[in-house]
């Protein structure tokens, strides 16, 4: 009786789950299916999984679709909700912005413009007062009388001078003592000979005079360094005790490939004509018994350096006689006065022409210039001035504007004061001094008037260079180079013009 009800127990539950069965199947299964799908046959099992290719299609489009984390789902939400980061303002110094090219270019522009103002009222105040014969006449007082030019010729005499006591010191003829003396007297002579003609003769120009102490103060410095090296080449010449291969100073060029080879030389085959011309119309100071070479010479690169120096040299003659002039002459009366404010006043309106003359002139002479002559002459070292528009001290502007004056100064004199024991302060001191003196020599002298204003305008550029060097630095370091730059210079200008007035016209008048 048990397994009767057992059986049917079971018979029971058989339907139950084949009635389970197909309801679930039935539920799987896509609508539209057919019977077969329905009545559980064998293809239910084949269309209830997906095939082979559309699996495929289904992880080729996972892979090509975008990976959202949770990280980049948080950053695009703080994007969405945040759009401000801890940072500087651009023109704050804690920024580390540096490209100011555009306000550079608005400065230029605005440069521009004012002086294009000021030219126009300048014209249209005195008219056109350019005048090229004007300018003979600085040189020239008489056509057929050139005391400034003859002056230049007879500085020959001291370079054959220095020429022949050293070859008297290079065979042993004379002594070092003599050959010392006999340059202290070449040298002084080379200083008080021109600025001695130049005060007695009454045809020489200021402007002619102060050309011709301009060439012998170069001169000065030539010979200097050509006494100093050669006496160099003897020292070692007595220490080694060897004899050392004599050559021509200048040899004749061999061509090689293109390029010009020079010989080598070497004491005491420098002593010849050839070879002391050759420095003393090179651009350098500082003499050497091999100078670097260039392998030819640059027509395109010539003609160049030629055009500035015509268009420059132009330029400046036409902004002394229409710029300068009338705001000098229009100056003498607030001077007479002792009219301060109008003194200021005309002291600041000089200081922009004068400044832009000034740098005319720096870019005429120690760049087109400067090459024009190196690049005849193939001389290779072509430094002539650093970044000094860049100096954040007064010694650095010293040292950078004008290298050729710096190398003679740190060669032949503030090391040799080193040597010495001098101290270092004092050498520069001394420097300063010497530059202080040929700068009065040079303006003092053509003007027959001494006024020390260029030697107490030198000497107050110790206390300056100490100031800015203690006290400023960086940016406000080099503005301070610039106003001393642009307000010294009309100072000095402007006292000496008044003086030369006083003593020329008010007192014959």
């Keep these: 009786m048990l397994q009767m009800l057992k059986m049917g127990d079971r018979n029971d539950r058989v339907p139950m789950m084949t009635r389970r069965t197909r309801r679930t199947t039935i539920c799987a299964t896509p609508a539209g299916a057919n019977s077969k799908q329905a009545n559980g046959s064998a293809g239910e099992k084949t269309s209830s999984q997906p095939s082979h290719s559309n699996r ?36 704050s110094s804690a920024s580390g912005y540096s490209n100011y090219r555009g306000i550079l270019n608005w400065c230029v522009v605005m440069l521009v413009l004012c002086n294009a103002r000021l030219f126009l009222e300048n014209l249209i105040k005195y008219g056109i007062l350019v005048d090229p014969i004007q300018v003979v006449s600085l040189f020239l007082k008489d056509p057929y009388n ?11 005499v001291f370079i054959m001078a220095a020429l022949y006591t050293e070859r008297r010191l290079s065979v042993g003829t004379i002594s070092e003592t003599t050959g010392t003396f006999l340059y202290l007297v070449n040298l002084t002579t080379l200083l008080f000979f021109p600025s001695a003609t130049v005060l007695t ?6 402007v002619g005079g102060a050309f011709a102490l301009c060439v012998y103060t170069v001169l000065f410095m030539k010979l200097y360094s050509y006494k100093d090296v050669n006496m160099w080449c003897r020292e070692i010449r007595h220490t080694k005790a060897r004899t050392l291969t004599r050559s021509h100073s200048c040899p004749s060029i061999a061509q090689s490939n293109g390029s010009a080879v020079h010989a080598h030389v070497s004491y005491p085959g420098n002593l010849t004509h050839r070879d002391i011309y050759y420095f003393v119309f090179a651009p350098t100071l500082c003499y050497e018994l091999n100078f670097p070479r260039s392998p030819r010479i640059r027509k395109s690169f010539l003609l160049r350096r030629l055009f500035e120096m015509l268009f420059f040299i132009q330029l400046q003659i036409g902004l002394v006689q229409q710029w300068m002039v009338p705001t000098i002459q229009n100056s003498m009366k607030p001077f007479q006065d002792m ?51 860049n100096s954040e001290t007064v010694t650095y502007f010293w040292s950078n504007w004008n290298i050729p004056v710096h190398k003679w100064c740190l060669r032949h004199f503030y090391k040799p004061l080193m040597g010495r024991g001098v101290n270092k302060w004092v050498a520069q001191t001394a420097i300063f001094l010497v530059s202080a003196f040929f700068h009065e020599y040079l303006v003092s002298v053509p003007l027959k008037m001494f006024r020390l204003w260029a030697f107490m305008g030198m000497m107050s550029q110790i206390p300056l260079a100490w100031f800015v060097g203690r006290f400023l630095r960086g940016n406000y370091g080099n503005a301070a180079v610039w106003i001393s730059l642009i307000i010294g210079q009309p100072i000095a200008v402007l006292m000496y013009v008044h003086d030369f007035y006083v003593l020329h016209y008010v007192s014959q008048s």
């Design 201 to 206: 003769l009454t045809s020489i120009t200021p």
């Design 56 to 91: 495929k299609v289904k992880e080729e489009k996972r892979v090509h679709e975008p990976v959202t984390t949770p990280r980049k789902e948080r950053s695009k939400t703080s994007e969405r909700f945040s759009c401000h980061v801890l940072q500087e303002s651009l023109l």
């Design 146 to 156: 050139w005391p400034a030019s003859c002056l230049i010729i007879v500085s020959n």
């Design 339 to 389: 009219d301060f404010s109008r003194m200021i006043e005309r002291m600041l309106k000089l200081a922009v022409p004068n400044h832009l003359i000034w740098l005319i002139f720096f870019y005429w002479f120690f760049h087109s210039s400067m090459n024009f002559v190196a690049e005849l002459m193939r001389f290779g070292d072509r430094e002539f001035y650093q970044d000094w528009w």
